[in-house]
């Protein structure tokens, strides 16, 4: 049997606080009754909450508030600190789809509901962005509003480009075609496929045919080339590789070795000939990394843990632990 899908009860707080900021309703007794949640199960953050507790509570309030767009109207107005984050991906993304998949990974440690993936037609005319949901049997349309709400205002806050059709692949609200064309100031679509944005036109916010397939394999010399204080040993260049790399997840000991044109045995021969292995220079990597981004006070966890190439924000949250000795949650109540 299938496990149902969970989400973290760091996250779930998360959503539970935005939508207690619509409805007072939403109390420990709501979360007891109509939840099924204990609120003891709430005070340890790394555990699992159903994930259809994130839909139950999107539902109630949208049936409470009488709202038919619920989220496009919540996305619009509530989500300025996920603009916030994107405007400082797209200053390292080098284009439209490498922004696109850094903001994929984003949304799933943020939210842990869902995806994003592009498309791209052959002959170059048509560049979709898709919403992938975790949980697709189970779900209300106003969670795929708001995601791609969201990633629309991204987009356009970042290339000044607007999507020319929206596809939603649930049915139109009644009497609401005209309002979501002015949201997504598009011609909007239903009970497609697929939820996505199209976009015509980009051509040159994508890289090149060559770009495609040599990215990687040009980005070790160029990145060095261009490194100011000259790597002192074998470790060192690995590291400043690592950290290029972190902000697109967590890079292979098979990719490092392969931009340093060396096999991954050399590449581990030579780390061992410095006293150290791969895993312990991207582990201190990261944590040198940390401990700068900390003292950025508009960064959150969230934006860390991505800038750090974690892909669960369980995973980034062990390792704070581990390296400062106390967790994420102690450490923001002393800088508070």
Same mark, same amino acid.
């Given at each position: 049997?299938?496990?149902?899908?969970?989400?973290?009860?760091?996250?779930?707080?998360?959503?539970?606080?935005?939508?207690?900021?619509?409805?007072?309703?939403?109390?420990?007794?709501?979360?007891?009754?109509?939840?099924?949640?204990?609120?003891?199960?709430?005070?340890?953050?790394?555990?699992?909450?159903?994930?259809?507790?994130?839909?139950?509570?999107?539902?109630?309030?949208?049936?409470?508030?009488?709202?038919?767009?619920?989220?496009?109207?919540?996305?619009?107005?509530?989500?300025?600190?996920?603009?916030?984050?994107?405007?400082?991906?797209?200053?390292?993304?080098?284009?439209?789809?490498?922004?696109?998949?850094?903001?994929?990974?984003?949304?799933?440690?943020?939210?842990?509901? #869902?995806? =994003?993936?592009?498309?791209? %037609?052959?002959?170059?005319?048509? &560049? *979709?962005?898709?919403?992938? /949901? +975790?949980?697709?049997?189970?779900?209300?349309?106003?969670?795929?509003? #708001?995601? =791609?709400?969201?990633?629309? %205002?991204?987009?356009?806050?970042? &290339? *000044?480009?607007?999507?020319? /059709? +929206?596809?939603?692949?649930?049915?139109?609200?009644?009497?609401?075609?005209?309002?979501?064309?002015?949201?997504?100031?598009?011609?909007?679509?239903?009970?497609?496929?697929?939820?996505? /944005? +199209?976009?015509?036109?980009?051509?040159?916010?994508?890289?090149?045919?060559?770009?495609?397939?040599?990215?990687?394999?040009?980005?070790?010399?160029?990145?060095?080339?261009?490194?100011?204080?000259?790597?002192?040993?074998?470790?060192?260049?690995?590291?400043?590789?690592?950290?290029?790399?972190?902000?697109?997840?967590?890079?292979?000991?098979?990719?490092?070795?392969?931009?340093?044109?060396?096999?991954?045995?050399?590449?581990?021969?030579?780390?061992?000939?410095?006293?150290?292995?791969?895993?312990?220079?991207?582990?201190?990597?990261?944590?040198?990394?940390?401990?700068?981004?900390?003292?950025?006070?508009?960064?959150?966890?969230?934006?860390?843990?991505?800038?750090?190439?974690?892909?669960?924000?369980?995973?980034?949250?062990?390792?704070?632990?581990r390296w400062f000795g106390c967790s994420a949650k102690e450490f923001n109540n002393t800088r508070s």
């Amino acid at each position: 049997m299938a496990m149902k899908p969970t989400l973290s009860a760091r996250t779930f707080k998360i959503h539970l606080r935005r939508h207690q900021v619509f409805n007072r309703d939403i109390d420990d007794t709501f979360i007891v009754n109509e939840l099924g949640i204990d609120p003891a199960d709430l005070e340890d953050d790394d555990n699992r909450i159903p994930l259809r507790c994130v839909y139950t509570l999107i539902n109630y309030t949208a049936n409470k508030e009488n709202d038919l767009i619920l989220g496009l109207r919540y996305a619009k107005g509530q989500y300025q600190g996920f603009l916030k984050s994107a405007e400082s991906f797209n200053k390292v993304a080098t284009s439209l789809p490498d922004f696109v998949e850094i903001l994929s990974r984003y949304m799933c440690l943020s939210t842990e509901i #869902g995806s =994003l993936s592009w498309h791209l %037609e052959e002959n170059g005319n048509s &560049f *979709s962005v898709r919403f992938n /949901l +975790v949980d697709p049997e189970f779900t209300t349309y106003h969670q795929v509003d #708001g995601a =791609l709400m969201m990633l629309r %205002e991204s987009i356009t806050a970042n &290339f *000044s480009i607007h999507p020319a /059709l +929206v596809a939603l692949g649930h049915a139109c609200p009644q009497g609401m075609e005209d309002t979501y064309k002015d949201y997504f100031q598009a011609d909007t679509l239903f009970d497609q496929p697929n939820h996505q /944005l +199209v976009y015509k036109d980009v051509s040159s916010l994508l890289p090149s045919a060559d770009e495609f397939e040599n990215t990687i394999e040009d980005f070790g010399p160029m990145e060095l080339a261009k490194h100011k204080h000259q790597p002192t040993g074998f470790g060192d260049s690995v590291s400043f590789l690592v950290e290029r790399l972190l902000i697109r997840g967590e890079p292979s000991r098979e990719t490092i070795a392969k931009l340093l044109c060396l096999s991954v045995r050399t590449l581990q021969r030579r780390l061992s000939q410095e006293n150290t292995t791969y895993q312990e220079l991207l582990d201190q990597t990261r944590k040198r990394l940390a401990q700068q981004y900390l003292n950025n006070p508009n960064a959150t966890h969230t934006d860390i843990a991505l800038w750090l190439g974690y892909s669960e924000a369980s995973q980034y949250y062990q390792a704070f632990k581990r390296w400062f000795g106390c967790s994420a949650k102690e450490f923001n109540n002393t800088r508070s």
